[in-house]
Each structure stands twice: as C-alpha cells, then as structure tokens.
C-alpha cells in the first residue's frame, strides 16, 4: 500500500501537491512546513466550488503565494495545475475549471513580474551606490548577483559586464568589455527595442525595458527581459548606462509549451479547434473589404469510424486517426493548407490558412486527392483495412462574412456528403441551405402550432364510379390536414407532414388528426340512399409500428361515438409491406383493428414493395393507386399512336384488388375522360379534382347530400 493509499480524501490534494512541488523545484522547506503550505493552499481552492468569480480568486491567490515562497521555477506552476486538474475536475464545470486555472497563471505571472522588478531595482540602486563608494563594494555586487549585470559609456560601450550576463551573451566577461551595445543587435529584435536604446542613449528618457534574445556560439538562444536606467553627468548628458538582465529562456519555453497545448491537438499534433478558429478569424478579417479574396474550409471525416472502434478497440481508432492525421498533412500542408483536428474522427482543412491558393478550383481538387489518399489501404491489428471519408466544403463569401457561418456552412455540407453515400465531397449550396433552414424552421414550430390550434382538418369525397357525370355518390371522405401558419399562410400536408415524420412529432399530430376527424365524422347524415358515409386517416409508418396505437384508435372511436365501420385508416405500402422485424407486428395491430370492425386500405399501391405473397395476408378492404398510374392511363394530347399508357398496369391492380375481394379506389382524378376509363376498367370508386377539391367540415353535409361539388378544374 502507498503513503496516499493511508491518507483521508480530505487529505490527499495537500499530499500530492507538497509532493509535486519538491518535485518540481528546490525550496528550503521542511516536509511538516511544505505539507502546511500545500494545505493552505488546497483550503483556497475548495473555494473554487462557489462558482467561477470564486474560482479565479482562489487562483490568482495560489499563484501569487507559489512566488511569495520562492517556487518560482515554471514548473511549479505546471504541477499546481496538474494536481488540481487530476484532485478537482470531476467536480467542477468545464467554466469554472477555467477560471481557477486563470487566475493560478495570472496570480502567478504577476507576482513573478513584481518579484523580478523588485530584484532589478534593488541591484540597479546597489550598483549605483558601490559604483560611487568603493570599487570593493561594486564589485561584491557584480560576483553575487543572481541577474546579468551590464554597464555601457554614454557612448554605447560596455565598461563592466558580470558572469551572469557574459553567459546569456555567449562571451566572456574580459571580451565583453568595449563591446558597442548596438552590436549585439539581432534582424529579428523588436525595432521598439533599439528605438528606446537610442533615447535612453540621447538623454531624452530616463529608463527603458524590453525582451530580446541572444543567440550562443553553438546556436542556443537565450531570452532575456532587460531594464535599464541612465546615469547623468554634471554636464547633463548621459555618463553611464545601467541594465538589468533576467534570462526567461525556461519561462518562455515553458509559456510556448502551454501555448502549444492549448492550441494543438495531444494525440495526432495537429493544430486544434481553437487554433483553427483564430486562423479563420484573421482571414476573415484581413479579405473582408469590398472585393473580399476567398476562403475555403473543408470539413472530413471518416466514414464508420466507430465501427474501428468497436471492433477492434479505442487504441487501433487512435492509431487510425494519427496515420489519417499525417496523410492529411502529407496532402495538403505542403499547398500552404491549414489541417486542424476538430474533435473525434472529424478534421478541418483551412483553405489559404497557411498562405495557399484558396480559390474555388483548388477546393474541390483538394478534396479529391484528400479522399484518394484517405482510400489507401494501411494495416490495424494485424489486419489490411480500407477507410473512407466524406468531405464538406464551404467557400466565403458564399458561405457567410462570419467565421461561425462558414465552420456551419462547412459542418452542413458534411452531413450532406454523408447523406448522400459517403465517400465524397459535396459543396455547400445556398438555395439548398435556405430550404433545409426553412423546413427546420417549420419543423420546430409543429408543436407549438398543435398547441395554438392553427392547425384543421378538411375533406376530400372519395365518390362511386358506376353512376354518370360529377354528381357521384359520395362513399368516404378522406381527413386531410392543413396548417393555418400565422406567417406563412395556408399550409398543405406535402410541407408538414414529412418533417413530422422526421421529427418524431408525426405521433401527436396523427393522434390529433384522428381525434379530430373522428369526432367530426360521427355527426355526418347518412347518403341519400341511407347509406352511411365513412372517413378515411391517413396513418404513418412510425404510427403503425407505435405499439400503442391500437389504443389510439380504441380511445378514438370511444372519445366520439363513431362506428368502427365507418373509419377507415389509410395505411402505405410501407408500412406493411416489409415482412422483416417491424411487419409482423404491423399487421397483427391490423388485424386486431380488423376485429373492431375498422376498415384498412393500403394506399398509394404499386409504389413500394408490392409483394404480392405478403398482401395475401393483409386484413385490407381497398386498395388505393397512386394518381401517378392514373396521369399515365391516357396518351398525351398531341402524343403518336404508340404512346406508353399505363392502362395495362391500371388493369392489373384492379384485378389484382378484386381477387383479393378489395375495392379499388384511383386517386388523382382530374379529367372526365380519365373517369370514364376507370369506369371501364373496373375500378369502384375515385377520388380527385375532377369530383371536388377538399372542402371544410362545414361543407361535408352538403356534398353528401348531393349538392354540386366544389370543382378542382
């Protein structure tokens, strides 16, 4: 059993964190005073727990105490937040989280910058004082300062340099001596670094400070935070020249370590989410005038993923993911692309995010050789696979002038590559887009208007053939819902109801319909023959297989008093049709329904999978053929003698209905010549704008009457 394993939960964090920071560096501290001190600390950030303006309080006194006790080497810095990473995390949000670990580094880097100020200060005035005292004294001071050292003429030569310094220069301290400052000027040194020197030199200010680096004999660099102070002679002009050097070489390595982090991706290097962002934003920003230049973001990623996963375990997807990583690279970063890693098996490819050509053209042929190289085959657990990807790509300003347009517009276009076969490409199409946020748009609104009552219901005769002209008997009447969109105006099933479906709302909405038309159908007066007039509702798939619906049905009927002969329900071929898994039960809920005395008609017939076997088994009372055989039962006007005709298909299903002992009912009727052939093939009953447009439920008493009927054409 270890130390930890002994200790109390309470306990721990102050253990391991006194533990990381000896690791770390070398305070002079005994265990029982390193123990106290990490314990103070962790009472700090149990405080982080009250939310993230807490959090960052507790941080930023952390990182202040780590430098009040000397842990100044950044490595402390980088234990503390491992510990309260591993100690923490689970019980903080990711915000909160955030905040503790911002205010640690902040709290941090300014108590660090004040320390190292005081420090600059202190050996300025105490070489000030030596140098006009004692030349002993100045030179006790040179040996034991832990901080560079330098002092130039008021030409701009060095008179004294100290070890310190000597080594961050890569010289020695007797060569030192005579340089010109100016020499140790580098092409890539800030030129506001110079500008200052040259005042400080001139007299025309009194201090300066900046950041620079060295660059050794055997090509180390050296980073280095310098302040400098001017000494004036009895004339006015500057006598000497005082600078302060701290080598920040580990702090900075370290800060580019975390920066690097922060910005890239652990498992494959390459740049992350974040990283990418800033790059497109900075795009963005620069080609965003007048004309602005294009930009191109492709989002890929591979087809099945989790199916590697699965079978063959999270290290082989790893390993898949670092070999798609480096052929992403290998294509595209040497056109001066930006490849970023978004999370998961997803990757972004940042068209001109490195200095490339992002015009159209080089988009889609970028996508191709991205897809064929992704196609390679590679070897995983001993095994040869073969991998894919599916590639969305979106251009500004076609695709929006905000970078979180385009990452959408990119994102949308994935799913549309994916949707449409996977391993492809596809482009982000405006005109498309704009449908798809418009059904979206409907989609979300569907509930609320079930809710609000813009929905109704209005009916359309289904009317016997075998009498003359328009004035039919009508038989049934079919429910047909309508959206009242209080913005968009009147709304047909075709724009609602497939997005129902899609949704999941089509089990609320049909239960309304079905209420709806139940309740209203049972007022309705018999025909003029005495003959009762039924409804017909249209049923969904997700409708069917619902294992509560025949309970919908029951509570239905029971709701309104309506016969259950005189409801019939409108099922398509799909629905039944399917003997796999979800048939089965399909057509027992039928049958049960059939015991009610509910009539089935399979609508749209010869559309879907028409197995005929499968029919056989049906409790249906008619079929209903799509209006699209209807259209095509007569030739054409102006159409040559040997015009396809679907007459002998027309032919076929009413017999086929008949000797099942099923009506046949034809939708889509808009002539009276194509009445008249139905007629004459056989068919029972019609339904179409040649009888009637739907009407409202108001008017359904009036048409079963025998009243003209509100024509279509």
């Known amino acids: 059993?270890?130390?930890?394993?002994?200790?109390?939960?309470?306990?721990?964090?102050?253990?391991?964190?006194?533990?990381?920071?000896?690791?770390?560096?070398?305070?002079?501290?005994?265990?029982?005073?390193?123990?106290?001190?990490?314990?103070?600390?962790?009472?700090?950030?149990?405080?982080?727990?009250?939310?993230?303006?807490?959090?960052?309080k507790a941080g930023l006194a952390i990182g202040t105490a780590l430098i009040d006790t000397h842990h100044t080497h950044p490595e402390s810095l980088a234990a503390s937040i491992t510990i309260l990473a591993e100690h923490l995390r689970p019980a903080l949000d990711r915000t909160t989280a955030a905040a503790l670990y911002a205010g640690l580094a902040t709290g941090y880097a300014e108590a660090l910058r004040e320390r190292t100020r005081g420090e600059q200060e202190a050996i300025r005035n105490a070489v000030l004082s030596a140098h006009r005292t004692s030349e002993a004294r100045f030179r006790a001071v040179f040996r034991s300062a832990p901080l560079g050292i330098?002092?130039?003429?008021?030409?701009?030569?060095?008179?004294?340099?100290?070890?310190?310094?000597?080594?961050?220069?890569?010289?020695?301290?007797?060569?030192?001596?005579?340089?010109?400052?100016?020499?140790?000027?580098?092409?890539?040194?800030?030129?506001?670094?110079?500008?200052?020197?040259?005042?400080?030199?001139?007299?025309?200010?009194?201090?300066?400070?900046?950041?620079?680096?060295?660059?050794?004999?055997?090509?180390?660099?050296?980073?280095?935070?310098?302040?400098?102070?001017?000494?004036?002679?009895?004339?006015?002009?500057?006598?000497?020249?005082?600078?302060?050097?701290?080598?920040?070489?580990?702090?900075?390595?370290?800060n580019e370590r975390l920066r690097h982090q922060a910005n890239h991706d652990p498992l494959t290097g390459l740049p992350n989410r974040a990283h990418l962002l800033d790059r497109l934003a900075g795009l963005l920003e620069r080609r965003g005038g007048a004309a602005p230049l294009p930009v191109g973001l492709c989002f890929l990623d591979i087809d099945g993923f989790k199916g590697v996963n699965d079978?063959?375990?999270?290290?082989?997807?790893?390993?898949?993911?670092?070999?798609?990583?480096?052929?992403?690279?290998?294509?595209?970063?040497?056109?001066?692309?930006?490849?970023?890693?978004?999370?998961?098996?997803?990757?972004?490819?940042?068209?001109?995010?490195?200095?490339?050509?992002?015009?159209?053209?080089?988009?889609?042929?970028?996508?191709?050789?991205?897809?064929?190289?992704?196609?390679?085959?590679?070897?995983?657990?001993g095994r040869e696979l073969s991998v894919t990807a599916s590639m969305g790509i979106a251009q500004f300003p076609t695709a929006g002038a905000a970078s979180t347009e385009l990452l959408r517009a990119a994102d949308i276009t994935l799913y549309w590559a994916k949707s449409g076969g996977r391993?492809?490409?596809?482009?982000?199409?405006?005109?498309?887009?704009?449908?798809?946020?418009?059904?979206?748009?409907?989609?979300?609104?569907?509930?609320?208007?079930?809710?609000?009552?813009?929905?109704?219901?209005?009916?359309?005769?289904?009317?016997?053939?075998?009498?003359?002209?328009?004035?039919?008997?009508?038989?049934s009447f079919e429910a047909l819902v309508r959206w009242n969109h209080p913005e968009r105006g009147l709304l047909g099933p075709a724009r609602f109801?497939?997005?129902?479906?899609?949704?999941?709302?089509?089990?609320?909405?049909?239960?309304?319909?079905?209420?709806?038309?139940?309740?209203?159908?049972?007022?309705?007066?018999?025909?003029?023959?005495?003959?009762?007039?039924?409804?017909?509702?249209?049923?969904?798939?997700?409708?069917?297989?619902?294992?509560?619906?025949?309970?919908?049905?029951?509570?239905?009927?029971?709701?309104?008093?309506?016969?259950?002969?005189r409801l019939v329900l409108e099922i398509t071929e799909s629905a039944v049709m399917d003997p796999g898994e979800s048939g089965l039960p399909a057509v027992e809920r039928l049958r049960a329904l059939a015991d009610l005395g509910v009539r089935v008609a399979i609508d749209d017939f010869g559309t879907g999978y028409s197995n005929l076997n499968y029919l056989r088994?049906?409790?249906?009372?008619?079929?209903?053929?799509?209006?699209?055989?209807?259209?095509?039962?007569?030739?054409?006007?102006?159409?040559?003698?040997?015009?396809?005709?679907?007459?002998?298909?027309?032919?076929?299903?009413?017999?086929?209905?008949?000797?099942?002992?099923?009506?046949?009912?034809?939708?889509?009727?808009?002539?009276?010549a194509q009445a008249r052939k139905l007629l004459e093939l056989g068919a029972d009953t019609g339904q179409g704008y040649y009888f009637s447009r739907p009407v409202p439920a108001g008017q359904v008493p009036v048409l079963i009457a025998g009243a003209p009927p509100v024509q279509g054409l």
């Open 311 to 381: 079978t063959l375990g999270h290290d082989a997807g790893d390993r898949l993911l670092i070999e798609m990583a480096d052929r992403l690279r290998e294509t595209a970063v040497p056109e001066g692309h930006l490849v970023a890693r978004m999370g998961g098996d997803e990757f972004a490819i940042l068209l001109g995010g490195a200095g490339g050509d992002p015009r159209p053209g080089r988009a889609t042929d970028l996508a191709e050789r991205v897809l064929s190289a992704v196609r390679r085959p590679l070897r995983l657990e």
């Open 617 to 672: 088994r049906l409790p249906a009372h008619n079929l209903k053929i799509d209006s699209s055989f209807v259209k095509g039962l007569l030739p054409a006007p102006g159409a040559g003698a040997g015009a396809a005709s679907e007459e002998p298909i027309v032919t076929s299903l009413i017999t086929l209905a008949h000797a099942y002992g099923m009506s046949l009912t034809a939708e889509g009727v808009e002539t009276e």
């Open 497 to 565: 109801v497939p997005l129902a479906e899609e949704t999941g709302t089509i089990l609320a909405l049909g239960r309304w319909v079905l209420r709806q038309a139940t309740a209203e159908a049972a007022g309705w007066p018999a025909g003029p023959d005495g003959r009762p007039v039924s409804v017909s509702v249209n049923v969904s798939v997700p409708q069917v297989r619902d294992p509560g619906f025949l309970h919908e049905v029951r509570d239905a009927l029971e709701a309104s008093g309506l016969p259950a002969d």
């Open 150 to 254: 330098g002092i130039a003429d008021g030409e701009g030569y060095l008179l004294e340099v100290n070890e310190p310094l000597a080594r961050m220069i890569g010289r020695d301290t007797r060569s030192a001596r005579g340089l010109e400052v100016r020499s140790l000027e580098l092409p890539t040194d800030p030129p506001e670094y110079w500008e200052q020197y040259e005042a400080l030199l001139a007299g025309r200010r009194r201090q300066m400070s900046g950041e620079k680096h060295f660059v050794l004999p055997g090509g180390e660099v050296v980073w280095v935070k310098m302040r400098a102070s001017s000494v004036v002679g009895e004339d006015g002009r500057v006598a000497l020249m005082i600078a302060v050097f701290e080598d920040v070489t580990e702090r900075r390595q370290f």
């Open 1 to 56: 059993m270890s130390p930890a394993d002994d200790e109390r939960p309470g306990e721990q964090l102050p253990a391991a964190w006194a533990r990381a920071l000896a690791r770390a560096s070398s305070v002079p501290m005994t265990p029982g005073q390193a123990r106290s001190f990490a314990g103070t600390l962790a009472d700090w950030a149990a405080d982080a727990h009250e939310g993230p303006e807490a959090a960052r």
């Open 423 to 475: 391993d492809r490409w596809a482009e982000f199409d405006p005109e498309r887009d704009a449908r798809e946020v418009d059904r979206y748009a409907l989609s979300q609104a569907l509930p609320t208007a079930l809710e609000r009552g813009e929905l109704f219901v209005e009916y359309q005769p289904i009317v016997g053939l075998q009498q003359g002209g328009r004035g039919r008997e009508v038989r």
